[in-house]
């Protein structure tokens, strides 16, 4: 690599190298490095390197800023500006700056453009409380069968807030790819400022099912029973509320809705289609447009009806009670051939995936197969990608997840041919715009910081007043045992696990271990190493919980005791707890080989909520204060 392209690397936030999980020092190869740099769309040669480094060196503004909302910016152009508000507005002047309200503006000055992102400096932290989690997709039990859909989803919100709940939370609820029978992670989405209508209730019956969802039944069966219900939604004459929301979301839902069109006719993934139907722009995407009239009509309509639903869910979770209503969660990147990269394919990086660096239980590294956000456009824009995605989210809840928010300050990129190295984002930016989307919406932010987290990020959340995450079964004290409920840090969600961890009762017995052993990823030497160390961990967790509770160590309202009386401001109970059900949701490093995302609730909405044991952990939070 040449000295101007080594420079440029950096310069585009491509870190030189970094520190594995082990102490191992990595350098990123220059090929990974020129390989990320033509995913950014930045030259990879010398001279294009060089010409580029020279424009960014004759910069007189920077190319965005943070403010505190409703102040004068600590910012002075040099000669005359020119001032475009969030709302459209416009002003022009010289010297100091006007006082700007909440959003992001752009500040035009010698053929400059500096993105001003006004926000507040910190959001206020939630009252002590709790909610409970439970995955929308398996809130039918077998002998309901189907999925589970909006409306559970308000049923069970229904039922939930007079136990005193918070919030009720879920897996992502993002638009998926419906002519894909095999598409079953909620965290590998087509869109994620679209919702996914697979959960769209129908009113059409589902006969009994098997314990595990059959998706490759389901979505046709889904699909099939959307279109009856678009038909009799025309034959009665539409609706004018229709109407007025398509209007309102102008091209962008057309766009949308011309893929999934696409989809039916040439496959879920756009780069299996013709090129020529690659742009959205394009001619042969123009006369498809007019061709598919029909069922782009219908994709809108569904578009609708998912909005539509998920905020009566919301509003039942409001009306019975619940501070925060729904806690709705954002996967961390999106599918490289989705609708949401072919609608808006230049705010991602293309010939480069989301990752995680090599570990001690992935050699090589790990490739998620989700497009990342490109830095440069989001900056160019305003991050107006960033905003929308989250906007979106917030107006159908009060509670956000942000999942593996490590990614906003580095995220490991993995190109195509080469290893994979970190690239640092802008992270103050980036935090900036979730404060101002959050306080916009009145709502509450959380992100999942699990992992190797990069130094400063931490106490740059605890600035911002997004919350962190903290499972029980991982935390520790200076003493190497389990954190006592007195110390948990106070601005996080406290839970035990997540949905790619085991269940309470499944790690007490080490079913994941006995899963992956199954499976053939780890020995039999290796297993039972890994059942001894679970042992000492159940024991050492059992001798922390005995101190807030004198029922049984197993006993899922001692580990709701432990949780209830820790520090952290809100505490997540989850249903296959409540349930004490054996297998996780999730197992990673799987596909097929596990039944991911298949897992059924043995209970449904109603039943849940008038579950015994549901009470009990209620009980139990109310007694811890909350």
Same mark, same amino acid.
């Given at each position: 690599?040449?000295?101007?392209?080594?420079? /440029?690397?950096?310069?585009?936030?491509?870190?030189?190298?970094?520190?594995?999980?082990?102490?191992?020092?990595?350098?990123?190869?220059?090929?990974?490095?020129?390989?990320?740099?033509?995913?950014?769309?930045?030259?990879?040669?010398? #001279?294009?390197?060089?010409?580029?480094?020279?424009?960014?060196?004759? $910069?007189?503004?920077?190319?965005?800023?943070?403010?505190?909302?409703?102040?004068?910016?600590?910012?002075?152009?040099?000669?005359? =500006?020119?001032?475009?508000?969030?709302?459209?507005?416009?002003?022009?002047?010289?010297?100091?700056?006007?006082?700007?309200? /909440?959003?992001?503006?752009?500040?035009?000055?010698?053929?400059?453009?500096?993105?001003?992102?006004?926000?507040?400096?910190?959001?206020? &932290?939630?009252?002590?409380? =709790?909610?409970?989690?439970?995955?929308?997709?398996?809130?039918?039990?077998?002998?309901?069968?189907?999925?589970?859909?909006?409306?559970? &989803?308000?049923?069970? #919100?229904?039922?939930?807030?007079?136990?005193?709940?918070?919030?009720?939370?879920?897996?992502?609820?993002?638009?998926?790819?419906?002519?894909?029978?095999?598409?079953?992670?909620?965290?590998?989405?087509?869109?994620?400022?679209?919702?996914?209508?697979?959960?769209?209730?129908?009113?059409?019956?589902?006969?009994?099912?098997?314990?595990?969802?059959?998706?490759?039944?389901?979505?046709?069966?889904?699909?099939?029973?959307?279109?009856?219900?678009?038909?009799?939604?025309?034959?009665?004459?539409?609706?004018?509320?229709?109407?007025?929301?398509?209007?309102?979301?102008?091209?962008?839902?057309?766009?949308?809705?011309?893929?999934?069109?696409?989809?039916?006719?040439?496959?879920?993934? =756009?780069?299996?289609?013709?090129?020529?139907?690659?742009?959205?722009?394009?001619?042969?995407?123009?006369?498809?447009?007019?061709?598919?009239?029909?069922?782009?009509? $219908?994709?809108?309509?569904?578009?609708?009806? !998912?909005?539509?639903?998920?905020?009566? #869910?919301?509003?039942?979770?409001?009306?019975?009670?619940?501070?925060?209503?729904?806690?709705?969660?954002?996967?961390?990147?999106?599918?490289?051939?989705?609708?949401?990269?072919?609608?808006?394919?230049?705010?991602?990086?293309?010939?480069?995936?989301?990752?995680?660096?090599?570990?001690?239980?992935?050699?090589?590294?790990?490739?998620?197969?989700?497009?990342?956000?490109?830095? $440069?456009?989001?900056?160019?824009?305003?991050?107006?990608? /960033?905003?929308?995605?989250?906007?979106?989210?917030?107006?159908?809840?009060?509670?956000?997840?942000?999942?593996?928010?490590?990614?906003?300050?580095?995220?490991? =990129?993995?190109?195509?041919?080469?290893?994979?190295?970190?690239?640092?984002?802008?992270?103050?930016?980036?935090?900036?715009?979730?404060?101002?989307?959050?306080? $916009?919406?009145?709502?509450?932010?959380?992100?999942?910081? &699990?992992?190797?987290?990069?130094?400063?990020?931490?106490?740059?959340?605890?600035?911002?007043?997004?919350?962190?995450?903290?499972?029980?079964?991982?935390?520790?004290?200076?003493?190497?045992?389990?954190?006592?409920?007195?110390?948990?840090?106070?601005?996080?969600?406290?839970?035990?696990?997540?949905?790619?961890?085991?269940?309470?009762?499944?790690?007490?017995?080490?079913?994941?271990?006995?899963?992956?052993?199954?499976?053939?990823?780890?020995?039999?030497?290796?297993?039972?190493?890994?059942?001894?160390?679970?042992?000492?961990?159940?024991? !050492?967790?059992?001798?922390?919980? !005995?101190?807030?509770?004198?029922?049984?160590?197993?006993?899922?309202?001692?580990?709701?005791?432990?949780?209830?009386?820790?520090?952290?401001?809100?505490?997540?109970?989850?249903?296959?707890?409540?349930?004490?059900?054996?297998?996780?949701?999730?197992?990673?490093?799987?596909?097929?080989?596990?039944?991911?995302?298949?897992?059924?609730?043995?209970?449904?909405?109603?039943?849940?909520?008038?579950?015994?044991? /549901?009470?009990?952990?209620?009980?139990?939070?109310?007694?811890?204060?909350?």
């Amino acid at each position: 690599m040449t000295e101007a392209t080594a420079r /440029l690397a950096e310069r585009a936030g491509i870190l030189p190298a970094y520190t594995d999980v082990t102490g191992r020092t990595r350098d990123t190869a220059p090929e990974t490095a020129a390989a990320l740099l033509s995913a950014m769309g930045l030259p990879e040669n010398e #001279a294009g390197a060089a010409a580029h480094l020279a424009a960014l060196r004759e $910069r007189h503004l920077p190319e965005w800023q943070v403010t505190e909302a409703d102040r004068v910016p600590d910012l002075q152009p040099p000669g005359p =500006w020119s001032l475009t508000f969030e709302d459209g507005r416009t002003t022009e002047g010289t010297g100091a700056l006007p006082v700007l309200p /909440l959003g992001r503006h752009r500040l035009d000055a010698g053929g400059e453009t500096c993105w001003l992102l006004a926000a507040p400096r910190t959001l206020p &932290l939630p009252a002590r409380g =709790w909610g409970l989690m439970a995955p929308l997709y398996g809130l039918r039990p077998p002998e309901r069968g189907g999925l589970g859909d909006y409306a559970d &989803l308000a049923d069970l #919100a229904r039922g939930l807030g007079p136990h005193g709940a918070g919030f009720l939370g879920l897996n992502p609820v993002h638009a998926g790819f419906p002519t894909d029978p095999g598409a079953a992670s909620p965290y590998t989405p087509s869109h994620r400022r679209r919702l996914s209508t697979l959960h769209v209730a129908t009113g059409r019956a589902s006969p009994p099912a098997d314990t595990r969802i059959d998706y490759a039944k389901l979505i046709p069966a889904q699909e099939a029973a959307l279109d009856d219900a678009f038909e009799a939604f025309r034959a009665a004459g539409g609706d004018p509320a229709f109407d007025a929301w398509r209007a309102a979301e102008g091209h962008a839902l057309d766009r949308f809705a011309l893929h999934q069109a696409l989809s039916e006719r040439h496959g879920p993934t =756009w780069d299996d289609w013709p090129a020529e139907l690659h742009d959205p722009d394009g001619a042969a995407a123009r006369a498809a447009r007019a061709e598919l009239a029909p069922r782009i009509d $219908r994709h809108a309509w569904a578009q609708w009806q !998912a909005e539509v639903q998920l905020t009566a #869910a919301q509003d039942a979770a409001r009306a019975a009670g619940m501070a925060h209503g729904l806690y709705l969660d954002l996967a961390v990147g999106t599918h490289p051939h989705g609708a949401e990269t072919w609608e808006d394919p230049s705010s991602f990086a293309t010939g480069a995936a989301l990752g995680a660096p090599p570990d001690a239980f992935a050699a090589d590294g790990q490739n998620w197969h989700l497009a990342p956000f490109n830095p $440069r456009t989001l900056v160019a824009t305003g991050f107006a990608a /960033l905003a929308e995605t989250l906007a979106r989210q917030l107006r159908l809840s009060g509670l956000l997840r942000i999942d593996h928010v490590l990614g906003f300050d580095r995220a490991f =990129w993995v190109p195509e041919d080469a290893p994979g190295a970190y690239v640092r984002m802008p992270r103050d930016a980036m935090l900036a715009v979730a404060r101002i989307e959050a306080a $916009r919406a009145g709502a509450t932010i959380v992100g999942e910081d &699990l992992g190797n987290i990069p130094e400063g990020l931490g106490h740059a959340l605890e600035d911002s007043g997004i919350l962190g995450c903290r499972l029980a079964m991982f935390e520790r004290g200076p003493d190497g045992e389990p954190r006592a409920p007195g110390d948990y840090p106070e601005a996080v969600v406290a839970s035990f696990s997540t949905h790619d961890l085991p269940t309470w009762r499944g790690w007490r017995a080490g079913r994941d271990i006995d899963a992956r052993a199954a499976l053939g990823h780890v020995g039999p030497d290796a297993a039972a190493d890994a059942h001894r160390q679970r042992a000492e961990d159940v024991a !050492a967790l059992d001798r922390v919980t !005995a101190r807030c509770s004198t029922l049984p160590g197993d006993a899922p309202d001692r580990l709701h005791a432990h949780l209830g009386a820790s520090a952290a401001r809100l505490v997540a109970v989850q249903a296959e707890t409540v349930l004490e059900m054996d297998d996780q949701p999730n197992l990673p490093g799987t596909v097929t080989e596990y039944p991911n995302w298949r897992q059924r609730l043995s209970e449904g909405p109603a039943d849940l909520a008038a579950e015994r044991r /549901l009470a009990a952990a209620a009980r139990t939070m109310t007694d811890s204060g909350r």
